[in-house]
């Protein structure tokens, strides 16, 4: 009787562990798919309101975070995708691109155990595109201002 009861806490322990540890796993997908949703709206001024955004979004998934776990990245980056490598190399064109990436850092825990979660996403944002002007496009150009 008594390896019994003992074989059936266990059942129950394993159990709670296996549904806490999935519904982690589905939190964590959850929130991966809003943190690459909100990499659309970050630009130069909008940091902080996407810091809060996803501070929101992890509210509504059951998730404590801090914005101050959140890190939301904006700057010059020299990649370039291959649809801008094709047409800059045969239009002599150059591309300014963005590198946007947000990362963010939170605790699970699990049966008073602390896991550490890290999500981080990042993506190529095209802003500007110039093509290069020759001597005969820039005059052109200034003729048809002056007129």
Same mark, same amino acid.
């Given at each position: 009787?008594r390896?019994?009861?003992? +074989? /059936?806490l266990?059942l129950?322990? +394993?159990?709670? %562990?296996?549904? !806490?540890?999935?519904?982690?796993f589905k939190?964590?997908n959850?929130?991966?798919?809003? @943190? %690459?949703?909100?990499l &659309?709206?970050?630009?130069?001024s $909008?940091t902080n309101? #996407? !810091?809060d &955004?996803v501070v929101? &979004?992890a509210?509504k998934l059951g998730?404590?975070?801090?914005? $101050?776990?959140i =890190? @939301?990245?904006?700057?010059? $980056?020299?990649?370039?995708t291959v649809p801008?490598? /094709? #047409?800059?190399?045969?239009?002599?064109?150059?591309f300014?691109?963005?590198? +946007?990436? +947000?990362s %963010?850092?939170y605790v %699970?825990n /699990?049966?008073g155990m602390?896991?550490?979660q &890290? /999500?981080?996403?990042? !993506?190529i !944002?095209? #802003?500007q595109e110039r093509?290069?002007q020759?001597a005969?496009q820039?005059q052109?150009?200034n003729d =048809?201002?002056?007129q």
């Amino acid at each position: 009787m008594r390896n019994f009861i003992v +074989i /059936i806490l266990a059942l129950v322990l +394993i159990g709670y %562990v296996v549904s !806490k540890a999935s519904t982690a796993f589905k939190v964590r997908n959850d929130l991966t798919d809003r @943190v %690459v949703y909100r990499l &659309d709206f970050v630009d130069e001024s $909008s940091t902080n309101s #996407v !810091k809060d &955004d996803v501070v929101h &979004d992890a509210q509504k998934l059951g998730i404590d975070l801090d914005p $101050s776990n959140i =890190n @939301v990245v904006y700057e010059n $980056s020299l990649l370039r995708t291959v649809p801008q490598q /094709i #047409v800059g190399n045969q239009l002599g064109m150059r591309f300014v691109n963005k590198q +946007i990436g +947000i990362s %963010v850092h939170y605790v %699970v825990n /699990i049966l008073g155990m602390h896991f550490n979660q &890290d /999500i981080t996403q990042t !993506k190529i !944002k095209q #802003v500007q595109e110039r093509m290069p002007q020759n001597a005969l496009q820039q005059q052109l150009l200034n003729d =048809n201002q002056n007129q």
